[in-house]
């Protein structure tokens, strides 16, 4: 099976700093989509990104931020000034063969205030 | 505008019984897939239904089954429950099978093995 890999299994910050979330993953296939998704307390998985393997640009909603590397197979989260309730477990994504995820370890975050 | 809901919420069995989790989609949707979430880890795909039948399935041994309704609703059945089977199972819904079709999940099952 083709791995996703969160070498980050926990990151503590304090409000208002910035913090980056790695993900790296396998793949053979020239076209795919990776996702990341948060896991609040109450367990429930959130979508946060789609990105599929063509386009390369970085993209940003509000806080969040998203550098896709096609080269070194790595698509990064980065929050910015981060915030009390953006503390969850965060998970990055990979489809595989036909519609099923792959998931990584995840990485939990916590940020303090 | 129902989310994907699931029930129960919570399950105690013991090992070598059966269980049965419920899972009905986001309105709209007519595609379930299940995973297994253990404790500290990722969520792992155990299958998925479309047109009721199973379209695909990860790596889990035939004592995980399932179902899907013609309302899309779907179950998911473990028998000869084991200690390992204790984990999180979430469902996810999605409309189709084109794989950047966004999967929308519920609040998970909590299965506990004693």
């Known amino acids: 099976a083709q791995k996703v890999t969160q070498a980050q299994t926990e990151i503590s910050v304090v409000e208002k700093e910035d913090v980056t979330l790695d993900c790296v993953y396998e793949?053979?296939?020239?076209?795919?989509?990776l996702f990341w998704y948060k896991q609040p307390p109450s367990g429930e998985l959130v979508f946060l990104i789609r990105r599929n393997s063509f386009d390369e640009q970085n993209e940003i909603s509000g806080r969040y931020s998203w550098n896709f590397q096609k080269s070194t197979s790595s698509f990064n989260f980065t929050i910015t000034a981060s915030q009390v309730v953006d503390s969850a477990v965060y998970f990055c994504?990979?489809?595989?063969?036909?519609?099923?995820?792959?998931f990584g370890g995840g990485t939990r975050l916590m940020v303090k205030p | 505008d129902a989310g994907v809901t699931q029930s129960p919420t919570h399950l105690i069995k013991t090992r070598g019984q059966q269980v049965t989790l419920r899972c009905s989609p986001k309105s709209g949707h007519d595609t379930v897939s299940w995973y297994q979430q253990a404790l500290g880890q990722g969520p792992q795909f155990i299958f998925q239904?479309?047109?009721?039948?199973?379209?695909q399935r990860g790596n889990f041994p035939d004592r995980f089954s399932g179902h899907q309704f013609p309302n899309y609703s779907s179950e998911l059945n473990v028998n000869a429950l084991l200690l390992g089977d204790s984990a999180l199972y979430l469902c996810?819904?999605?409309?189709?099978?084109?794989?950047?079709?966004?999967?929308?999940f519920g609040p998970g099952t909590r299965l506990t093995v004693l």
């Open positions: 994504a990979k489809h595989n063969a036909g519609n099923m995820l792959t």
């Open positions: 996810a819904s999605s409309f189709g099978l084109a794989v950047y079709n966004e999967q929308f």
């Open positions: 793949t053979r296939d020239t076209t795919y989509y």
């Open positions: 239904y479309y047109e009721e039948e199973e379209r």
